[in-house]
């Protein structure tokens, strides 16, 4: 017997495996980013003294991030659009935009550690700077992830469309919703660390 | 990342299967039979080892600074100079006791072996829903426990701040914390991979016909433990990851300003809360309990049901008490922080919290209780410790409510009195349940019986022994003896009267020990010697016994359908005391 509805849908819950799969995988993510900036709450107003977030980071390269994580998002969703109306030479044009601006956000992301590492600030030079190396570390291995499977589509996993398009329209969906998930992370990320 | 989600391989086909070789078969396999008796064995072995661990510290707690004759020498000077215990190793085998037992003893044999083997044969399904998947949760769960057993051998031995890991103590411990920090990430995501894979198969893979009230109460217990394991294991993840960063990067997210070690102020930024460790560890740690007990609950369902040959009674208000149970365990965890100084409202809120999640405990207790009114039963030793479970965590419950309540918790907090009541919870509660499923389910994956006179032998020394444990603890632990010292409070005049009953525990634990021989012979011997079994050798209903002992890869011949709920025993007017929920 071979394992059912890994690509069509099952009638009573109008989903397929990987659907439910990936959206349960994002609930416990809520709950790990969740328990994160529960700890940054606490840590925060325990603490007598905490700096705003645009007096110590620089909230314009933070701002051009997230534009090009948003920008990014945005080809994803054009990349699985394009699938849906079978037309893979547009697929693998924004396939490649969403990997590209994933570098980009990590080149950023790379001077801006440099920066703050060259003046002293490391994660233990005060809680502001160990809270903020750890949710944007943890968010950065996310991207990297996310990139990681979207690079894998693009190249050597698109094979699968010759022989199956749909189950590789689904799981160009199912990288999506995570790509998603990355990118709200940082919406919430940016304004709590940059600006408060 | 999504790889999860997007690597639904198509299955081998059914005719392909004995191209595999030994490697793809055995020990890397997708298929979740293997993968489940591949987290049983793993997890049997790791009990084993937990309870050496613990027969160690018996003889230090039974003769506090006597030398441990004929092997006392084996463990090296910095350990044991002179087969005398070191205080620091009574720690560490304090510490690692209770991470091996609870993470890689009862967790992978209840969730992952139980949970692999038996809940895609129950549903009616080929397989798990993400087979490759399925096979790295197993492979992390092993590398996980191979840092954990690795982390003794480093410098320093390994984690000694309690399988709780108290900040500021874990974070200013030696290396063997970090290990035991990355071996618990390893763990947790073994457990957020299989609960995905889990909950996905029970959702999308059931038979024809098999509605979520037609489950039969093993799968529902699976079902909600993996919704806890989803949505409790990542808060301890991010805990882990802070942790790790306070020793490895010198933040200082669990240490407070001004901390005073060995005389000398701590030289970090300061600013932290240690007590935001223990909430983030028991928002994982409470719903965890409940992630040990409730698979032993749809054990134990299933064969009491089978042998008193009755449905069960109140099989609905079970699953209602279950689900209940499942979204109240989140909202409990506190009750482990009424010493930490917390105010009388949330001491208030929580002790309310802990007074309501005992209800549904004590609805799916007594359902089990009153199934049995009035049956025929049969007395074979899947029943035998599946009746025992219930006393026995029956004590463990009712023991746990003065536990729970603020004011008579601060007296009775971190004594033996605690390790009295959630042993009794678990060790004779879930492991007599887990011991129960082994002899229940072995013939479906062996083709062959155990034992019964070994067995039954196993039964009662084990039942026995388990009180001769642990009911001393309760005195013990009444005289306000602490868990935490290392000679048994010797050193103290009011501890004095309770030496002797450390003693009474100690020789319960070990001739426990010997009475586990004749399981783990028979464990092996039946493999090849047992009685042989027919496909459904217990007469039973559910919809695992309509495939061939063992089942081949991909389970079903044909695919099974589910005509009725899953406990028609003696229904009238049939001519047969069962009715399968896969005949039509």
């Given at each position: 017997m071979d394992i059912p509805y890994t690509v069509a849908v099952r009638r009573d819950t109008g989903l397929n495996n990987g659907k439910i799969g990936i959206w349960l995988f994002l609930a416990s993510e809520v709950m790990l980013f969740g328990a994160l900036f529960a700890s940054y709450i606490l840590i925060r107003t325990g603490s007598p003294s905490w700096p705003r977030g645009d007096t110590v980071l620089d909230y314009r390269l933070a701002t051009f991030n997230t534009i090009v994580l948003i920008t990014s998002s945005v080809t994803m969703v054009m990349a699985w659009a394009s699938l849906m109306r079978r037309r893979f030479g547009t697929f693998r044009m924004y396939m490649a935009a969403t990997v590209l601006l994933g570098g980009v956000f990590l080149v950023v992301k790379y001077f801006e550690y440099s920066h703050h590492l060259h003046l002293?600030?490391?994660?233990?030079?005060s809680n502001f700077f160990a809270i903020y190396y750890t949710l944007t570390g943890l968010h950065m291995l996310h991207v990297l992830g996310g990139m990681v499977v979207n690079a894998y589509f693009w190249g050597?996993?698109?094979?699968?469309y010759e022989t199956n398009p749909v189950w590789f329209t689904n799981r160009v969906e199912h990288s999506g919703l995570f790509w998603h998930f990355v990118d709200l992370v940082w919406i919430f990320l940016f304004p709590t660390l940059y600006l408060l | 990342m999504s790889e999860q989600a997007v690597a639904a391989p198509k299955h081998e086909?059914?005719?392909?299967?004995?191209?595999?070789g030994f490697w793809r078969k055995?020990?890397?396999?997708?298929?979740h039979k293997v993968i489940g008796i591949q987290y049983a064995v793993t997890g049997l072995l790791f009990l084993l080892f937990g309870f050496s661990l613990m027969m160690l510290m018996r003889w230090q707690l039974a003769y506090p600074g006597v030398a441990l004759p004929?092997?006392?020498?084996?463990?090296?000077e910095a350990r044991m100079p002179g087969g005398t215990m070191l205080p620091e190793f009574y720690n560490e085998l304090g510490a690692m006791h209770g991470t091996i037992m609870v993470f890689l003893g009862v967790v992978p044999l209840a969730v992952g072996g139980f949970g692999n083997f038996v809940l895609p044969l129950q549903i009616g399904?080929?397989?798990?829903?993400f087979p490759k998947i399925n096979m790295a949760s197993y492979w992390c769960l092993f590398l996980g426990g191979c840092t954990m057993l690795g982390?003794?051998?480093?410098?320093?031995?390994?984690?000694?701040?309690?399988?709780?890991?108290?900040a500021p103590l874990s974070v200013i411990a030696g290396s063997g914390q970090t290990w035991w920090l990355v071996g618990m990430i390893f763990l947790i995501t073994s457990s957020l991979l299989g609960a995905v894979n889990f909950l996905t198969t029970t959702i999308q893979?059931?038979?024809?016909?098999?509605?979520f009230m037609r489950f039969p109460f093993f799968v529902w217990a699976q079902f909600v433990t993996s919704f806890l394991l989803l949505l409790a294991f990542p808060p301890l993840e991010a805990a882990g990851v802070m942790q790790l960063m306070d020793r490895v990067?010198?933040?200082?997210?669990?240490l407070p300003s001004g901390l005073v070690v060995s005389g000398q102020v701590l030289a970090n930024a300061g600013g932290g809360n240690a007590v935001l460790w223990q909430h983030l560890f028991w928002f994982l740690a409470h719903p965890e309990v409940y992630v040990l007990i409730l698979p032993a609950f749809g054990i134990v369902a299933e064969i009491i049901a089978n042998n008193t040959r009755?449905?069960?009674?109140g099989y609905r208000s079970m699953v209602y008490a279950l689900i209940f149970l499942g979204f109240m365990s989140f909202i409990v965890w506190a009750h482990h922080m009424f010493?930490?100084?917390?105010g009388t409202t949330m001491a208030a809120f929580f002790q309310t919290t802990t007074m309501i999640i005992s209800i549904p405990s004590v609805v799916i207790l007594t359902a089990l209780v009153v199934s049995l009114w009035g049956g025929s039963i049969r007395f074979n030793t899947p029943m035998l410790f599946a009746v025992s479970f219930l006393p026995m965590f029956g004590i463990g419950g009712l023991t746990g409510l003065p536990l729970g309540l603020n004011i008579s918790d601060i007296p009775l907090h971190d004594t033996y009195y605690v390790i009295a009541h959630f042993h009794y919870v678990v060790a004779p509660g879930t492991i007599f349940a887990l011991f129960a499923g082994i002899y229940y389910w072995y013939p479906k994956a062996t083709g062959r019986r155990m034992n019964e006179t070994l067995g039954k032998i196993h039964w009662i020394g084990s039942l026995v022994c388990m009180n001769v444990v642990f009911m001393p603890m309760f005195i013990v632990g009444l005289a306000g003896?602490?868990?935490?010292?290392f000679d048994a409070g010797s050193a103290y005049d009011f501890a004095q009267g309770t030496m002797h009953w450390n003693a009474v525990s100690s020789w319960g634990a070990w001739t426990m020990g010997l009475f586990q021989l004749p399981f783990i012979f028979n464990f092996f011997y039946s493999i090849w010697n047992g009685q042989k079994a027919d496909d459904n050798v217990w007469q039973a209903?559910?919809?695992?016994?309509?495939?061939?002992?063992?089942?081949?890869?991909?389970?079903?011949a044909t695919a099974p359908q589910a005509y009725r709920g899953p406990y028609e025993y003696?229904?009238?007017?049939?001519?047969?005391?069962f009715t399968p929920q896969f005949e039509a």
């Open positions: 002293g600030e490391y994660p233990s030079h050597p996993g698109a094979k699968l | 086909h059914h005719e392909h299967h004995e191209e595999l055995y020990v890397f396999s997708t298929d004929l092997i006392g020498n084996l463990f090296g399904a080929p397989d798990m829903a982390s003794f051998f480093v410098p320093g031995g390994a984690a000694q701040s309690g399988w709780t890991s108290y893979l059931r038979a024809k016909g098999l509605t990067a010198g933040t200082s997210f669990f009755k449905p069960l009674w010493m930490t100084g917390m003896v602490s868990r935490r010292l209903t559910t919809i695992e016994w309509s495939a061939p002992s063992p089942p081949p890869h991909g389970n079903f003696s229904v009238p007017g049939s001519d047969k005391d």
